[in-house]
C-alpha cells in the first residue's frame, strides 16, 4: 500500500494517512531490550504500521497505565537513554524510507539532552517529530521554535476535558498530526471506547485539517476499525507493549502476527463495529 | 498550519508567564489535567477575594486547628548553645501534629467551593495524609490516600490514624516506594477521575496554581511569628531556619520575611547517609534544573535525565525535586540552603527532647540540626527562630530502632 513520507510533511504539506484508520503503532523502547526493539519495529512496519511512535523510557511515568510503566521500567533497567532511542531511530530510517517516526518522550529527558541538540540529532536520524506527553502548548514556546527550525513536526495530545478554546490552540501549534486521547486516564487497553472519543475527533475537527489519531486502550480488531469511522489514524501502544511482555524470546513474531489481526477487519463493512463504540 | 505568529500574541504567551518563580515553576502535565488546573486556579483566585471564605477558614484554622500557635523561647536550648536567642514556632501543636493542617483546610474549603467531593492526595511522613483525611472527615468527603508501601512501613502509626478517620490509604509498589510514586499514582488517579475529584496535593509542589496556592495557605505561619517576635522582642530574629522537604513549611514561615533582607532565610534538606546520588535528598547539592511532576524546579537526576532515587531518615524530606519558588530565593540568594544527615537529625530530635521536652518530627529535627551549628556562631543579642514544622510521634517507632537510649 502507498504510504505518504511524513518528511514531507513539515515542509509544506500535512500528513495524509493513506489507509482509514491509518495504524500508528507505540513501543518503549529498550524493553526487553535495544535490538529487540528494532526487531519488533521492523516487524510491524512490516505488517503494516505507518507511523511508529519510539517511547523513551522515563522514571516517572504519570500519564501511564501499569504496562508502559513495567516497560519503562525494564528498559530503564537496561541503561536504555533518549541517545539510544535517536540511534535506534535512524537504524529504523535506514530500513523504512517512508515510515514516520515520532519520538514519544517525557520532557525531562529531552530538557537534560537540551531542546536545540535533541532537535538536532532527531533530524540528523530521519525522525519526523516528536510528542512530548507532559508539554502542554502553553509551555512550548521554545520546544515549537526549535522544532519548527529543525522541520520537526509538534504533536500534541487534545483531551475529552479540553475546552474549544484549549482545542484551537493545541490544533494551531500542532504540525503532523493530532493526538485524541479517547478518554479521561492512562494508557492502557480497554475493552470497549466510548463515545468521548467520538465527540473529541468532532469537536477537535472544527479547527484544524490535520489527520487525527486516537488513542489510548484501543486493542482490538474491532476498536481499530471502529476508530476508522470517526477518525484517520488509530494508535496502539499498551496492547502493543503487553504483547512484547507475554511473549518473550518472540517479540517481533508476535508483535506482527497481532498488527496483522489488527488490520484484518479494516476493508470489512464498519457499521456492524459501531456498536462497540456507542454502548461504550 | 501553525505558524510562529501562534506562539506570540494569544493565550500562549500570557498564560506561560503565570505561576513562574524566576525561570522556575510552570504547569507541565498531560493534557487531560489542563482544564482542571485552569478551574482551581480561576476558583482559587475567586476564594482569595470571597471575604466569607477568607472568614470561614480563619475561623476552622482558629476553632478547629488551634491557630496562632506559640513562639515559645527556648531557654535551655539557648543557654546550652551559647550563642543566639532561639525561639521555636510551635507548629507541631496544631490539630494532626503538623503544619500540614492550613493548607488542608484552605483546600478543603476550595474543593467544597468547586461541588467536588471526592478527594486523593499523596503522603510521604504521613502527615499530610493524616490531616486529608482529618479535613475529609469534618467536610464529609470521600478520601483517598496514595503513599509508597516503603513509607507506610516507616510510617504504621499514621497509616492506621488515616484509616481510622474514614481514608482508604492506597499502598504504592512502583519506583523507590515513597512520597515520589505516590505523587505519581495520584496524578494518574487524578487523570482518571479528574471530573468529580480535587487533588489536595500537599506541598508548594506541583503544577501551577499549587506552589502559589499552598504557599498562601502556609503563610499564616511566618505572620504569626513575625508579629510574635516583635512583640517579644521588639526587633526581627537575624535568622529563620527551617527543614526543606518539597518546602512547604520553609516558604510558609519564610514568606512574610522575604521582604525583610537582613533576616536571613535558611533551608535545611535531607543531607540522608552520604553525598552520592541515591544516599540523599539535597536537591541544591548534586541537583540540577528539571521537570518533575508538573514543575519546573531543580531535581536530582542522572545524565540522561531520569529522576534519582533519594535517602532520608525521614520520609517528609524524601523527595528529588523541591518546589520552584524555593530554585528562585535559592538562585537569587534571598535564601541560602544547607543540608543535614540522618544522624545528625537523631541526634538533634534527643537533644530538643531533653532540652526542651519538644520531640521533634523527624523531618523538623533537620532544622534544629542547623541551629545547633548555627547559633554557637551567632551573637547573644541575635534571634534565631526555628519553626518545629511537627511533632514527632509518628517517628517513635523509627527513634526507637535507631537510638540506644541508657537507662
Known amino acids: 500500500m502507498p504510504i505518504a513520507s511524513f518528511n514531507q510533511i513539515s515542509q509544506t504539506m500535512p500528513l495524509s494517512f493513506p489507509t482509514r484508520p491509518a495504524l500508528v503503532a507505540y513501543v518503549t523502547c529498550g524493553d526487553p531490550d535495544l535490538s529487540t526493539t528494532r526487531a519488533v519495529v521492523l516487524a510491524a512496519i512490516e505488517a503494516g504500521a505507518d507511523v511508529i511512535e519510539l517511547g523513551v523510557p522515563f522514571s516517572d511515568p504519570v500519564a501511564d497505565g501499569p504496562a508502559i510503566q513495567r516497560a519503562s521500567q525494564r528498559a530503564l533497567e537496561q541503561g536504555t537513554t533518549l541517545v539510544d532511542v535517536l540511534k535506534l531511530a535512524a537504524e529504523v530510517r535506514q530500513h523504512a524510507q517512508s515510515t514516520g517516526l515520532i519520538i514519544f518522550s517525557y520532557l525531562n529527558p529531552i530538557l537534560r539532552m537540551g531542546l536545540e541538540k535533541f532537535c538536532k540529532v532527531a533530524r540528523h536520524a530521519g525522525v519526523d517529530g516528536a510528542l512530548l506527553t507532559d508539554l502542554p502548548v502553553e509551555e512550548a514556546g521554545d520546544y515549537l521554535r526549535e522544532m519548527r527550525r529543525n522541520d520537526l513536526a509538534t504533536v500534541f495530545l487534545a483531551a475529552p476535558t479540553s475546552t474549544d478554546e484549549r482545542l484551537k490552540c493545541i490544533a494551531q501549534v500542532s504540525s503532523g498530526f493530532l493526538y485524541a486521547v479517547s478518554r479521561t486516564g492512562v494508557t492502557g487497553a480497554r475493552q470497549q471506547l466510548n463515545q468521548d472519543a467520538q465527540k473529541l475527533v468532532r469537536r477537535l475537527r472544527k479547527y484544524t485539517k490535520l489527520p487525527i489519531a486516537v488513542g489510548f486502550g484501543i486493542s482490538t480488531a474491532e476498536q481499530f476499525t471502529a476508530v476508522g469511522e470517526f477518525a484517520d489514524a488509530a494508535v496502539v501502544g499498551s496492547a502493543i507493549v503487553e504483547t512484547i511482555e507475554g511473549n518473550p524470546g518472540k517479540e517481533a513474531e508476535s508483535v506482527a502476527e497481532f498488527i496483522k489481526q489488527l488490520l484484518r477487519r479494516q476493508h470489512s463493512t464498519f457499521s456492524s463495529t459501531m456498536s462497540s463504540v456507542s454502548g461504550g | ?407
Open chain 2, 1 to 407: 498550519m501553525a505558524t510562529t505568529t501562534v506562539i506570540k500574541g494569544d493565550k500562549s504567551t500570557k498564560a506561560a508567564v503565570k505561576g513562574r518563580f524566576g525561570a522556575y515553576g510552570g504547569r507541565y502535565v498531560p493534557e487531560t489535567l489542563m482544564s482542571a488546573l485552569e478551574e482551581l486556579e480561576r476558583e482559587y483566585d475567586k476564594a482569595k477575594r470571597d471575604r466569607r471564605f477568607q472568614r470561614r477558614l480563619d475561623e476552622l484554622l482558629h476553632t478547629y486547628a488551634g491557630r496562632p500557635t506559640a513562639l515559645f523561647f527556648a531557654r535551655r536550648l539557648t543557654e546550652k548553645l551559647r550563642g543566639a536567642k532561639i525561639y521555636l514556632k510551635r507548629e507541631d501543636l496544631l490539630h494532626t501534629g503538623a503544619h500540614k493542617i492550613n493548607n488542608c483546610l484552605g483546600q478543603g474549603l476550595l474543593a467544597e467551593r468547586m461541588g467536588k467531593r471526592r478527594i486523593i492526595a499523596e503522603t510521604g511522613a504521613g502527615q499530610h495524609g493524616v490531616a486529608t483525611a482529618t479535613v475529609c472527615a469534618l467536610l464529609g468527603f470521600e478520601c483517598v490516600v496514595y503513599m509508597g508501601t516503603e513509607d507506610m512501613r516507616r510510617q504504621e502509626l499514621n497509616v492506621f490514624r488515616m484509616r481510622l478517620l474514614g481514608a482508604e490509604v492506597r499502598g504504592v509498589d512502583s519506583g523507590s516506594r515513597t512520597l515520589k510514586d505516590a505523587i505519581n499514582e495520584a496524578m494518574r488517579d487524578w487523570v482518571t477521575n479528574v471530573r468529580n475529584t480535587h487533588y489536595l496535593l500537599g506541598s508548594v509542589l506541583g503544577a501551577h496554581p499549587y506552589p502559589t496556592m499552598v504557599r498562601d495557605f502556609h503563610k499564616v505561619i511566618g505572620r504569626e511569628a513575625r508579629a510574635q517576635i516583635l512583640k517579644a522582642e521588639g526587633k526581627l530574629p537575624a535568622a529563620i531556619i527551617a527543614c526543606v522537604g518539597g518546602g512547604s513549611n520553609s516558604i510558609g514561615i519564610f514568606y512574610e520575611f522575604i521582604k525583610d533582607k537582613r533576616v536571613r532565610l535558611i533551608g535545611v534538606e535531607a543531607g540522608g547517609c552520604g553525598d552520592n546520588l541515591g544516599q540523599h535528598a539535597a536537591r541544591f547539592h548534586g541537583g540540577s534544573p528539571g521537570v518533575l511532576q508538573g514543575t519546573f524546579s531543580y531535581l536530582l537526576q542522572d545524565v540522561a535525565g531520569q529522576v534519582a532515587n533519594t535517602h532520608s531518615v525521614s520520609a517528609g524530606l524524601d523527595y528529588p525535586s523541591i518546589g520552584p519558588e524555593h530554585a528562585a530565593l535559592h538562585d537569587s540568594g534571598r535564601a541560602e540552603y544547607v543540608s543535614a544527615s540522618d544522624t545528625e537529625a537523631l541526634d538533634a530530635c534527643t537533644l530538643l527532647a531533653r532540652t526542651e521536652g519538644i520531640i521533634p518530627a523527624l523531618e523538623s529535627a533537620h532544622a534544629v540540626v542547623e541551629v545547633i551549628k548555627r547559633a554557637p556562631r551567632m551573637k547573644k543579642s541575635d534571634i534565631v527562630i526555628v519553626n518545629v514544622s511537627g511533632r514527632g510521634d509518628k517517628d517513635i517507632g523509627i527513634l526507637r530502632e535507631n537510638l540506644k537510649l541508657d537507662g
